[in-house]
């Protein structure tokens, strides 16, 4: 195996040792599925959203999760007051930005940023671009824009903030002010799935629990969703049975599957 | 096939052709089913239910669906704004009454007709009396009033809002002012499992983004959930293993399968 | 069979004959597989969860839940306005005070119990501990409190509110003032899957529906989840599978097999 490759069996590893307690304030499409990521990989989900208890929440767990999907004004105000928690407390957070470009949950997440850098920003191309302020879209998740049209506002972002960037497509891009990783697994049914985009960020808040190289945590909870998502689907024959299949196959991959066949590549010039 | 079982069938094939954006304001017990629902069947779901984006986003949508499930004080509100967003911009929208008859949600429902004619009234039959003023049951949405037996107040509807009405059942029926469709097709298992008449709303603001006969619309979104439920129990032992093979089912079932198998009966005098 | 096997397996038969109308104010990530447990077990779910409805629906329904998992403002207001219209009206309520420790919700339960004896407090070694004012968790729902340890404390809730209290565990521990029941049976996947737990106090409101001896009531919803999931466990790889095959063998599972099988010990001195 390769260093990277490496790096990220080891991180699989210490997420089923250290079983993070991960904070998700995400949308109620999702949550179900994203406590079910989370308990599969080998972490712990609590999904305390409320604007009375997140912030102190996020100062106590292991990691944090802010996801835009379905915000409401008590929640809205949670999001921001857990990155202020978790910011203060060194919690490393994640941000997934869900239909950044919808002038509001935009505003949501850069003052969600204005408190307190994540560890990484999980995104689209086009969330990626809307929230470095490059496009807006309208119509929300489900954009034409490119991952690798995408970079130059990521790097944007990654300069701005201090964070890691993680942009999902059919190659994923990984990168900080050092490295550019690439994730070229996973199975077309993930997107026929709703939460798996979703659950992605939670997995990334959760490795970087453990993993204070934030690029390997992205690209670690990326190659381990990838590879069981390709496990799965070759015992599936629709994205029901995959939905169910993915749970079984994020509990029984092993540490090296994930590092061997996550398709990692470091591509840092 | 008849002329009836044609335009069912070649309504899915546009629905797997276009694949429409459908914003859905729903519960919180059906949010990811329905989303599971939509993206099986071809079309995006988007669940924007928040009071500051519902408006804006349900003039760029294809579709749209109000489900009263679990309505809260800002998601109420933003239930009539979504109303009123697809009405100005003539989006097609869906309107799901869960429980009318219990006094503040019916008002609610009642709030968003009074800003525009949604494509479709999808209801049981006790919340079809309920809407119309005939009946008010204070249990909720399990109700022993027949479809027949609310055909009546189903008319009433169609002439006061200019709508078409699907009333589920064991027989399904579906009336606008000018034809009345039958669809006895499904299986019982269809109520073990909870959010699959949810589901059927969403289902059926999709084919009204892509069929402007929206009798037919709901027509078609009725048969293939219920051909795809037909196809997922014969491959299940109860509702659990039956939830997750109508995922699957959803997304082979074939166009001309829908048409032919799904009990389509045009029964207009 | 002993008479407790006998009385849990006349109570699993009454439930699927009455089919009773568990009314649940639960949280965002567990709604689904609650209603879910619910309906594959032979009850009838209605999320009622609003601050408007949640009082006079509780008059009216069979059972109720209030589960503290994600309380929001409006949420909270319901909780305790339920718990109100269920003592008035002789409704049983069961509390699960999920997380139960953390400032703010420990009250909401609190003030909710100040409004009338719930029939069961269903909850983890820690809950049980918090809620007596013994101790307190800032991490949340996972404890690493025995359930052993928590007895003294449940007696003392036992002796406060008048009511039964189930302790979920490795064994779980069911006392009121006068009987002590264990019941041994069960799964480790149960804690990988989310919302087992949650699903186990909505499925004790359904059980105290038709059974007026409340410690019988906790008996039964447990053993009949703990039977159901060890035959789920048997045919799964994985909690993915686990999870859809547990509802397939709450529908399947004969009251027998729960009353012999459930691993039912009266242990009462």
Redesign the interface.
């Known amino acids: 195996m390769t260093e990277l490759s490496n790096l990220v069996a080891e991180s699989v590893e210490r997420l089923r040792r250290d079983n993070p307690?991960v904070q998700c304030l995400t949308?109620?499409?999702?949550?179900?599925?994203t406590?079910?990521v989370l308990?599969?990989a080998g972490a712990?989900?609590?999904?305390?959203?409320?604007?009375?208890?997140s912030e102190?929440?996020a100062s106590?767990?292991d990691g944090v999760l802010v996801n835009t999907?379905?915000?409401?004004?008590?929640?809205a105000e949670a999001m921001v007051a857990a990155a202020r928690g978790a910011a203060s407390s060194g919690t490393p957070w994640v941000l997934d930005p869900v239909?950044a470009g919808?002038p509001?949950?935009t505003q949501v997440s850069l003052d969600a940023l204005s408190v307190g850098a994540p560890a990484v920003i999980r995104a689209n191309a086009s969330e990626v671009l809307a929230l470095a302020g490059t496009a807006a879209s309208?119509?929300?998740?489900?954009a034409g824009d490119t991952v690798e049209g995408a970079l130059a506002s990521a790097a944007q972002l990654v300069r701005s903030y201090g964070t890691a960037v993680a942009i999902s497509g059919p190659v994923d891009h990984i990168v900080d002010a050092h490295r550019h990783v690439t994730v070229s697994s996973g199975h077309e049914w993930m997107?026929?799935?709703?939460?798996v985009g979703c659950s992605l960020g939670a997995l990334t808040a959760a490795f970087a629990a453990v993993q204070s190289d934030h690029v390997i945590a992205a690209a670690s909870a990326t190659a381990m969703l990838c590879v069981a998502a390709e496990r799965a689907a070759a015992r599936?024959?629709?994205?029901?049975?995959f939905?169910?299949?993915?749970?079984?196959?994020l509990?029984?991959v092993s540490p090296d599957e994930v590092g061997e066949r996550g398709g990692l590549r470091d591509v840092t010039a």
């Open positions: 307690l949308n109620i499409v999702v949550a179900n599925i406590a079910n308990l599969a712990v989900p609590a999904m305390v959203d409320n604007a009375e208890e102190g929440f106590a767990a999907g379905t915000p409401y004004r008590e929640t239909a919808m509001w949950r309208a119509r929300g998740p489900e997107t026929r799935v709703t939460g599936s024959v629709g994205p029901g049975g939905a169910q299949a993915l749970m079984d196959e509990f029984l």
